[in-house]
């Protein structure tokens, strides 16, 4: 479904340059939940952003479902977002003057879908995620776990190939989070929703079936849960975390 192929992101000028990504290369496959986790700095959130096209590589490529990201024209890039990509950010972005209905749906409203095919599938897919009883209420009425899932449901509504949340449980506390982390699981295991998800917690990149681990712009290890439990798998991401070295409190 993706392929990140040997990709490289320098900021500034000649005489001040960030290697913020240094050749890096992964494939994520139709239904995977990947974890990218990295200290500060590691360039997780430039991965995010070169992957969403919301900022452009310096070298290599990326292609989703085949096609090269590189290649869109400026003006297929917003409808290519909003019907390949799904977006969970730390802080939800919703929009505060639209209902939660409103906010799940407007993917779809943008793309001139009929409004009664709209409405039936945000419907269906608020069902899934157990918000149906606030779709009327704006977002400064619901609570912070609330608005993840509302979220998460805008993030998949429109049938998008790929799910991309950087830090989705950052704003949330330990109960809102675990509940979060297990309506992603839910959607990744029963509704196929294939998710890349950048986070500095471990708690959160254990529900993951594979975590990607960045340090100084470059993949350091990989880690695959196969068919351990969750607890086990955490316990071995710590493990890399403290090889990883650096402050070890800022990534757990
Ligand atoms: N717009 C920019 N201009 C210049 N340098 C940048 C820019 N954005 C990021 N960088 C640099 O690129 C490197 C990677 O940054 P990035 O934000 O991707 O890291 P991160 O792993 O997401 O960090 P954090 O967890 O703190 O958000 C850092 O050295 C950062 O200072």
Redesign the pocket.
């Known amino acids: 479904m993706l392929q990140v192929k040997n990709i490289e992101k320098y900021?500034?000028n000649q005489n001040n340059v960030?290697k913020?990504l240094d050749r890096v290369s992964f494939d994520v496959c139709d239904g995977e939940f990947i974890a990218i986790m990295?200290a500060?700095?590691?360039?997780?959130?430039?991965?995010l952003n070169c992957i969403s096209t919301i900022d452009t590589v310096s070298a290599g490529d990326i292609l989703l479902e085949g096609e090269n990201i590189a290649d869109l024209p400026a003006d297929r890039l917003a409808r290519f977002r909003r019907e390949k990509l799904g977006f969970v950010f730390q802080d939800f972005n919703l929009l505060d003057t639209l209902t939660i209905e409103e906010n799940i749906g407007l993917a779809l409203s943008l793309n001139h879908q009929d409004p009664g095919k709209v409405q039936n599938q945000v419907k269906a897919v608020a069902s899934k995620l157990g918000i149906t009883d606030i779709l009327e209420k704006f977002p400064y009425q619901v609570s912070g776990g609330q608005k993840q899932r509302a979220a998460c449901a805008r993030a998949m509504v429109a049938g998008q190939s790929l799910l991309l949340a950087d830090e989705p449980t950052g704003a949330l506390d330990s109960r809102a989070s675990k509940n979060l982390l297990e309506i992603m699981t839910g959607m990744n295991r029963d509704m196929g929703a294939t998710i890349l998800m950048v986070t500095?917690d471990a708690y959160s990149a254990s529900y993951a079936g594979r975590v990607l681990f960045?340090k100084d712009?470059r993949i350091f290890n990989e880690l695959l849960k196969g068919q351990r439990n969750r607890s086990v798998f955490y316990h071995e991401i710590l493990d890399v975390l403290a090889l990883l070295g650096g402050d070890v409190s800022d990534v757990i």
Do not use: R, V
């Open positions: 900021y500034g960030t913020a990295g500060s700095g590691s360039g997780k959130t430039t991965l500095h960045l712009g």
